[in-house]
């Protein structure tokens, strides 16, 4: 008999949902994307004229010219590495912060547990749009105050889990069994309690990142993203006006590119729950 | 001869998994007569459960496949029915009582409503008369004040008190089959005898028939009629309960029969399955000496040496409560206890859960901080030794956890698990010295060294513990406390680490304090034996002599709770 670890199994039953493989895919390839034209590879020349004023989508324009004569297919390419580039980023700053204070918080309790449960009360407390809002105003506008403020709102739904989870595992007996062997507070946390609790980390970055792209377009939208640079935020905020006029391209192409990226994250979530998640096992 | 009420015949499940066809019950007959009781004995895994779970159509589809057989009840083919069926039959003809009363009952519903609703499905009852009639069956199953108390919720009521609560569930609409699936496993000796009490003796009011599935044959001795053994998947013996206990034939049936601690008189080592027959299933001779009644008080005291005296312990925990949540009270889990221990020995606990046994057990390790009182570990002083100091205690004092699945952690691999300890501890030499000191181990307790890599889920709860009781012992301790940890395995399984717990005291020299709640256990692995109530020892005695006049009328209703199902013979003749 062959053995498996639980991440393996886990693995092992993702396989199986092709829908939830084929979002997997979509994911990588909108990763791909990125990454490409981050690097300079793809749609640097999107400032380019290619073409007249607002021509309607064909084989050469495949989403058709903005009101400049821009390729609207570039300005999605390099929409996609700003949304990419902003989910990643709130996960690289939301992840640490959340998982440490959520684990001090479960596992000490005390008065470590009623800081960090005030703290991200405070934090909640105030609608998160108002709170990205705020801190892009005082950061300035630009897509670094976009990071900081994703970052710094989506720690807390991370955080609460972290903390509930750590919990319920400190009172279980393989962690009292640790402790009866000699293990310190520090082993105990981090080497038995948080593997055990590791794919909330996952499960939630996954459905995290596709909030974080959401508000990035929200944020750009209202004006308050990326400056200068094209975002499916400003494309639809620039089809606002157009639409009157029958250009309905560049609003189609944010909003496919959007669908699609959020849909894939969507349905990956939940099948990396079920996956991962021991108590939905079998179900 | 009249047509009995539930027949199953030639009865085959199968279960589709990813590695193929798992056969979980392979050509099983028997028969339920009207009125009678019936129990289905076997090990987890055995096919009992699946067997209960077919008559009551609750198999999982399309995962279980049932190929061939058929269970009749009434003349009615229960595996024709349609869901539609299925669904006026459950609760109204058949019902079913389940092991664990805790998870069985909805928390935010009062019990009353719970019972009341079967009622009101089946019986087209009036809420008012279902509600009345919910009190009147919990009159009847003994919960005192029972107006008051349906209106309870199930997190008010003790284990016992649910188990009760799901019996008059189950008999409300006055079933014709009432299905028990290990309906005492989970509670104290106290308790089940209670449940068994009750249960018989609805049984026969109600005349009604009865599936009493369970993996400890003693239980049923007093309440079945006829019994049917299972063993992986197959019925090895059928026979009325006065046969099965009187001259089993099934080596298998004669080991389950063994293998149960008696009261006084034990062989040396308990004997098992394995004793009676081979892996093939084919029947062995037991060699004589193995039967031999064994009397502890004859091995003479080598060892005069008190290696742990507790004096006067108090651990008490706050009480919260207030508008503020303030602490208002203490409640001493652990209220003035004091004994010694002499190295080499066994000093039992007994008692039922809530009595404070495991707090005890985990005071003495400094797991839980004592309030009051003095431990003195080989002549020092622990109580209140901190850091450095307590971190060297622990390489020689371990403890073995009650919840053989809850106390490994699952995403660790057998060797990682064995070798934390000394990666702890810096001990054992290099990496490939600390593994071979696992691999020894793991041979010793009973596992195969090339098991080492596999992760937790892919072993039995026997295997669990072994590798439990390998962990504790991977850092040479000299005093161990079980806690509780047999309670969770089946009798056959419990034989068998009593055993190993046995020959590893001996081989090593270990000290052990044995917890449990089932004085049958306790009496056979300990020399001394001391019943706590209510944070309190309020007797202690040799081993040998507590049985036999015990002074206090509670470790008295202890002893009068262990299961009388044994054997009327003596052990001799079973060979």
Same mark, same amino acid.
């Not at chain 2, 010694?340 to 495991?358: A, D, F, N, R, Y």
């Not at chain 2, 209510?534 to 299961?563: F, H, V």
């Given at each position: 008999?062959?053995?498996?670890?639980?991440?393996?199994?886990?693995?092992?039953?993702?396989?199986?949902?092709?829908?939830?493989?084929?979002?997997?895919?979509?994911?990588?390839?909108?990763?791909? &994307?990125?990454? %490409?034209? +981050?690097?300079? *590879? @793809?749609?640097?020349?999107?400032?380019?004229? /290619?073409?007249?004023?607002?021509? =309607?989508?064909?084989?050469?324009?495949?989403?058709?010219?903005?009101?400049?004569?821009?390729?609207?297919?570039?300005?999605?390419?390099?929409?996609?590495?700003?949304?990419?580039?902003?989910?990643?980023?709130?996960?690289?700053?939301?992840?640490?912060?959340?998982?440490?204070?959520?684990?001090?918080?479960?596992?000490?309790?005390?008065?470590?547990?009623?800081?960090?449960?005030?703290?991200?009360?405070?934090?909640?407390?105030?609608?998160? &749009?108002?709170? %990205?809002? +705020?801190?892009? *105003? @005082?950061?300035?506008?630009?897509?670094?105050? /976009?990071?900081?403020?994703?970052? =710094?709102?989506?720690?807390?739904?991370?955080?609460?889990?972290?903390?509930?989870?750590?919990?319920?595992?400190?009172?279980?007996?393989?962690?009292?069994?640790?402790?009866?062997?000699?293990?310190?507070?520090?082993?105990?946390?981090?080497?038995?309690?948080?593997?055990?609790?590791?794919?909330?980390?996952?499960?939630?970055?996954?459905?995290?990142?596709?909030?974080?792209?959401?508000?990035?377009?929200?944020?750009?939208?209202?004006?308050?993203?990326?400056?200068?640079?094209?975002?499916?935020?400003?494309?639809?905020?620039?089809?606002?006006?157009?639409?009157?006029?029958?250009?309905?391209?560049?609003?189609?192409?944010?909003?496919?590119?959007?669908?699609?990226?959020?849909?894939?994250?969507?349905?990956?979530?939940?099948?990396?729950?079920?996956?991962?998640?021991?108590?939905?096992?079998?179900? | 001869?009249?047509?009995?009420?539930?027949?199953?015949?030639?009865?085959?499940?199968?279960?589709?998994?990813?590695?193929?066809?798992?056969?979980?019950?392979?050509?099983?007959?028997?028969?339920?007569?009207?009125?009678?009781?019936?129990?289905?004995?076997?090990?987890?895994?055995?096919?009992?459960?699946?067997?209960?779970?077919?008559?009551?159509?609750?198999?999982?589809?399309?995962?279980?496949?049932?190929?061939?057989?058929?269970?009749?009840?009434?003349?009615?083919?229960?595996?024709?029915?349609?869901?539609?069926?299925?669904?006026?039959?459950?609760?109204?003809?058949?019902?079913?009582?389940?092991?664990?009363?805790?998870?069985?009952?909805?928390?935010?519903?009062?019990?009353?409503?719970?019972?009341?609703?079967?009622?009101?499905?089946?019986?087209?009852?009036?809420?008012?008369?279902?509600?009345?009639?919910?009190?009147?069956?919990?009159?009847?199953?003994?919960?005192?004040?029972?107006?008051?108390?349906?209106?309870?919720?199930?997190?008010?009521?003790?284990?016992?008190?649910?188990?009760?609560?799901?019996?008059?569930?189950?008999?409300?609409?006055?079933?014709?089959?009432?299905?028990?699936?290990?309906?005492?496993?989970?509670?104290?000796?106290?308790?089940?005898?209670?449940?068994?009490?009750?249960?018989?003796?609805?049984?026969?009011?109600?005349?009604?028939?009865?599936?009493?599935?369970?993996?400890?044959?003693?239980?049923?001795?007093?309440?079945?009629?006829?019994?049917?053994?299972?063993?992986?998947?197959?019925?090895?013996?059928?026979?009325?309960?006065?046969?099965?206990?009187?001259?089993?034939?099934?080596?298998?049936?004669?080991?389950?029969?063994?293998?149960?601690?008696?009261?006084?008189?034990?062989?040396?080592?308990?004997?098992?399955?394995?004793?009676?027959?081979?892996?093939?299933?084919?029947?062995?001779?037991?060699?004589?000496?193995?039967?031999?009644?064994?009397?502890?008080?004859?091995?003479?005291?080598?060892?005069?040496?008190?290696?742990?005296?507790?004096?006067?312990?108090?651990?008490?925990?706050?009480?919260?409560?207030?508008?503020?949540?303030?602490?208002?009270?203490?409640?001493?889990?652990?209220?003035?206890?004091?004994?010694?221990?002499?190295?080499?020995?066994?000093?039992?606990?007994?008692?039922?859960?809530?009595?404070?046994?495991?707090?005890?057990?985990?005071?003495?390790?400094?797991?839980?901080?004592?309030?009051?009182?003095?431990?003195?570990?080989?002549?020092?002083?622990?109580?209140?030794?901190?850091?450095?100091?307590?971190?060297?205690?622990?390489?020689?004092?371990?403890?073995?956890?009650?919840?053989?699945?809850?106390?490994?952690?699952?995403?660790?691999?057998?060797?990682?698990?064995?070798?934390?300890?000394?990666?702890?501890?810096?001990?054992?030499?290099?990496?490939?010295?600390?593994?071979?000191?696992?691999?020894?181990?793991?041979?010793?307790?009973?596992?195969?060294?090339?098991?080492?890599?596999?992760?937790?889920?892919?072993?039995?709860?026997?295997?669990?513990?072994?590798?439990?009781?390998?962990?504790?012992?991977?850092?040479?301790?000299?005093?161990?406390?079980?806690?509780?940890?047999?309670?969770?395995?089946?009798?056959?399984?419990?034989?068998?680490?009593?055993?190993?717990?046995?020959?590893?005291?001996?081989?090593?020299?270990?000290?052990?304090?044995?917890?449990?709640?089932?004085?049958?256990?306790?009496?056979?692995?300990?020399?001394?034996?001391?019943?706590?109530?209510?944070?309190?020892?309020?007797?202690?005695?040799?081993?040998?002599?507590?049985?036999?006049?015990?002074?206090?009328?509670?470790?008295?209703?202890?002893?009068?709770?262990?299961?009388?199902?044994?054997?009327?013979?003596?052990?001799?003749?079973?060979?």
């Amino acid at each position: 008999m062959k053995t498996n670890s639980l991440w393996k199994d886990a693995f092992i039953r993702l396989a199986k949902d092709k829908l939830a493989l084929f979002s997997l895919v979509i994911v990588l390839v909108y990763f791909f &994307i990125a990454i %490409l034209s +981050s690097l300079g *590879l @793809i749609a640097a020349d999107w400032s380019q004229e /290619v073409g007249a004023s607002n021509l =309607a989508p064909s084989m050469e324009h495949f989403f058709g010219t903005d009101i400049f004569g821009r390729s609207v297919f570039l300005k999605v390419i390099r929409g996609t590495q700003v949304a990419m580039s902003v989910g990643v980023a709130a996960s690289i700053i939301a992840i640490p912060i959340g998982v440490l204070l959520g684990a001090l918080a479960g596992y000490f309790g005390g008065w470590i547990d009623d800081f960090v449960t005030w703290l991200y009360t405070t934090f909640s407390s105030v609608p998160n &749009i108002m709170l %990205l809002i +705020s801190i892009t *105003l @005082i950061l300035g506008k630009g897509i670094f105050a /976009v990071y900081i403020a994703l970052g =710094a709102t989506s720690w807390v739904t991370l955080c609460r889990l972290i903390r509930g989870e750590v919990m319920k595992h400190k009172e279980r007996e393989y962690v009292q069994a640790a402790g009866a062997i000699g293990g310190g507070h520090f082993r105990k946390l981090f080497r038995h309690i948080l593997p055990n609790v590791s794919h909330i980390i996952i499960i939630n970055t996954s459905m995290q990142f596709q909030i974080a792209i959401k508000s990035e377009v929200i944020l750009s939208y209202l004006g308050l993203g990326v400056q200068g640079e094209p975002s499916w935020g400003t494309m639809i905020d620039d089809a606002k006006l157009e639409l009157v006029r029958g250009v309905w391209w560049q609003l189609a192409g944010a909003t496919v590119a959007m669908f699609f990226i959020l849909l894939a994250f969507n349905i990956l979530s939940d099948a990396l729950r079920d996956a991962l998640d021991p108590k939905l096992k079998g179900k | 001869m009249t047509t009995p009420l539930l027949s199953v015949r030639d009865l085959i499940v199968e279960f589709q998994t990813g590695e193929g066809i798992v056969r979980a019950v392979n050509n099983v007959s028997f028969d339920i007569p009207h009125g009678k009781t019936i129990g289905i004995v076997g090990e987890s895994g055995s096919g009992k459960s699946v067997t209960s779970l077919a008559v009551m159509g609750l198999l999982q589809k399309p995962a279980a496949v049932v190929p061939q057989g058929e269970i009749l009840f009434n003349g009615l083919d229960l595996l024709k029915c349609n869901e539609t069926k299925m669904r006026e039959l459950r609760g109204n003809q058949v019902s079913m009582i389940f092991q664990e009363p805790m998870t069985s009952l909805n928390p935010v519903f009062k019990v009353g409503e719970q019972i009341a609703e079967a009622l009101r499905i089946h019986k087209n009852l009036s809420s008012k008369e279902a509600w009345e009639k919910a009190v009147h069956l919990m009159n009847q199953v003994g919960i005192p004040n029972p107006a008051v108390s349906a209106h309870k919720f199930p997190h008010e009521m003790s284990g016992g008190q649910k188990q009760r609560v799901m019996i008059a569930m189950a008999i409300s609409c006055e079933p014709k089959l009432l299905i028990a699936d290990e309906p005492t496993t989970a509670l104290d000796v106290t308790i089940q005898k209670q449940v068994l009490e009750l249960l018989h003796k609805l049984q026969q009011e109600y005349r009604m028939s009865m599936m009493f599935i369970t993996h400890d044959l003693g239980v049923i001795g007093d309440i079945a009629d006829d019994v049917v053994v299972m063993y992986r998947s197959n019925v090895v013996e059928k026979n009325n309960a006065k046969h099965i206990f009187t001259t089993a034939n099934h080596p298998y049936t004669k080991g389950l029969l063994a293998c149960r601690p008696k009261l006084g008189a034990n062989p040396r080592r308990l004997l098992t399955v394995s004793d009676f027959m081979t892996e093939e299933g084919k029947e062995k001779v037991v060699p004589v000496e193995r039967v031999q009644i064994f009397d502890k008080e004859t091995v003479p005291d080598k060892n005069d040496h008190v290696l742990l005296e507790v004096s006067n312990l108090v651990t008490q925990f706050p009480i919260k409560g207030g508008f503020f949540g303030g602490t208002v009270d203490h409640f001493k889990a652990v209220n003035d206890v004091s004994f010694k221990i002499k190295k080499g020995k066994t000093l039992g606990l007994v008692g039922e859960s809530g009595c404070g046994k495991t707090t005890l057990g985990r005071s003495i390790l400094r797991l839980v901080e004592p309030s009051a009182g003095k431990i003195i570990y080989d002549g020092k002083d622990i109580t209140h030794v901190k850091h450095e100091e307590l971190r060297l205690l622990r390489k020689k004092m371990q403890i073995i956890f009650q919840d053989p699945y809850s106390s490994l952690n699952p995403r660790m691999t057998i060797a990682d698990i064995l070798i934390e300890p000394l990666n702890i501890h810096n001990e054992g030499g290099t990496k490939a010295q600390r593994y071979d000191m696992a691999k020894a181990l793991i041979e010793k307790v009973g596992l195969k060294a090339n098991q080492m890599n596999r992760y937790p889920h892919e072993f039995s709860g026997g295997q669990r513990q072994r590798i439990c009781i390998a962990r504790a012992l991977m850092l040479r301790p000299e005093f161990v406390i079980c806690d509780e940890s047999v309670s969770a395995l089946d009798v056959s399984i419990q034989a068998q680490v009593l055993n190993l717990l046995l020959d590893l005291q001996e081989e090593f020299g270990l000290t052990y304090v044995f917890i449990s709640h089932d004085l049958s256990v306790v009496n056979f692995i300990a020399d001394e034996v001391g019943v706590m109530y209510a944070g309190k020892i309020i007797e202690m005695d040799k081993a040998s002599s507590i049985y036999k006049n015990a002074k206090e009328e509670y470790t008295r209703t202890l002893l009068s709770a262990i299961p009388k199902g044994e054997t009327k013979q003596p052990l001799a003749s079973l060979v």
